[in-house]
Nanobody, 120 residues
Framework: QFVESGGGLVQPGGSLRLSCANS????????IGWFRQAPGKEREGVSC????????DYADSVKGRFTISRDNAKNTVYLQMNSLEPQDTAVYYC???????????????WGQGTQVTVSS
């Protein structure tokens, strides 16, 4: 199961770096996706990093502001979030899949998530 961390309360325009770790699997064997769920809304894909070539993909709403990366030595995937906006407020989750996808059923080993709140 994944463990997400790094969330918190930040002012608009601020930054946070989320971490995604899993002691049970080697993350570089999988594509890792970040998803988020805002209050009253369905969970949505945010970003994904592939395992074979390290290619990345982003939702249009976060392009240019968020960066996904992986540190294989630490078996951790990160989501650097800059220029945060109130609409980024959500619980953020990571999960693994054979390849990047925006389809939740393709992913497994969901964690409990980490809360990100963007507010002044």
């Amino acid at each position: 199961q994944f463990v997400e961390s790094g969330g918190g309360l930040v002012q608009p325009g601020g930054s946070l770096r989320l971490s995604c770790a899993n002691s049970g699997i080697t993350l570089d064997y999988f594509a890792i996706g970040w998803f988020r769920q805002a209050p009253g809304k369905e969970r949505e894909g945010v970003s994904c990093i592939n395992n074979n070539d390290g290619s990345t993909d982003y939702a249009d709403s976060v392009k240019g502001r968020f960066t996904i990366s992986r540190d294989n030595a630490k078996n951790t995937v990160y989501l650097q979030m800059n220029s945060l906006e109130p609409q980024d407020t959500a619980v953020y989750y990571c999960a693994a899949a054979p390849g990047c996808s925006w389809t939740e059923p393709d992913f497994g080993s969901w964690g409990q998530g980490t809360q990100v709140t963007v507010s002044s």
